[in-house]
Structures are given as structure tokens and as C-alpha cells.
């Protein structure tokens, strides 16, 4: 693949004009602290390029639903990331739908994200 083809509109740690490839950075304004992903061009690029390939365009819910069992805490917890993975990260996601951290539900949406955005090692 060409340098011209890895930019970061096309790399799958771009959103919406931030680099997401880390966590990010804690930044100090008046008495509050925001954190803060680099912005980027659509057409810059850099040594982090990853595709954006999604676990959901080889497995279909349904596909991954079964390998669990429909009624599983799994089957359900694909059914209720897939609408978020898009717009939020995996603790916003965890956040909106009340999984507290260290809990099976936590853990749960964690994988399935990972499944479904193929962030997982």
C-alpha cells in the first residue's frame, strides 16, 4: 500500500479529526483538566497506521450471538454495543450502559468492543 493510501482519514485510530492511537493527554485550562487526542488532517499519516478492519465485517451479530448462545450475557451485550461502538470508546460505552469497573458487565463490553472495532490483541 502506497504512503498516500495510510493516512489518518484512513487508519482506524482517526475520529472525527483526532488521532485516538493513544490515550489522551491531560491538559490544564484555569482550574479544570481536559484531555486532549492530537488533531490531524485527513491527509496526514504516520508510523501507527492500522486499517480499519472490523471483526463485525468477517462475524455478523447473528454469527457471534451464536457462537455464545442468543440468551448469553455475551449475545445481549453485542446487541447493545454494536448501536455505540461508532460514536463512543469502550469506557463511554461501559459508562452509558452502567457497567462499573472490574464487574462482569464491564468485562463483557470490553471484549465485544474489542471484537467488534478489532482493537484485541
Not at 484512513?10 to 492530537?38: M, W
Not at 448501536?83 to 468485562?107: F, H, Q, T
Request: with cysteine.
Amino acid at each position: 500500500m502506497s504512503r498516500s493510501m495510510n493516512t489518518c482519514k484512513t487508519c482506524r485510530f482517526y475520529d472525527d479529526g483526532q488521532c485516538r492511537k493513544n490515550p489522551p493527554v491531560a491538559v490544564l485550562e484555569g482550574k479544570s483538566i481536559h484531555g486532549i487526542f492530537p488533531r490531524v488532517e485527513d491527509g496526514d499519516w504516520c508510523g501507527q497506521f492500522a486499517e480499519m478492519t472490523q471483526l463485525s465485517v468477517i462475524l455478523t451479530d447473528r454469527q457471534l450471538a451464536r457462537l455464545h448462545g442468543y440468551g448469553s450475557p455475551m449475545a445481549r451485550t453485542i446487541y447493545r454495543v454494536r448501536p455505540l461502538i461508532k460514536d463512543y470508546s469502550v469506557e463511554e460505552c461501559c459508562r452509558i450502559l452502567g457497567a462499573k469497573s472490574g464487574s462482569r458487565a464491564y468485562n463483557n463490553i470490553t471484549i465485544v468492543y474489542g471484537w467488534l472495532t478489532n482493537t484485541t490483541g
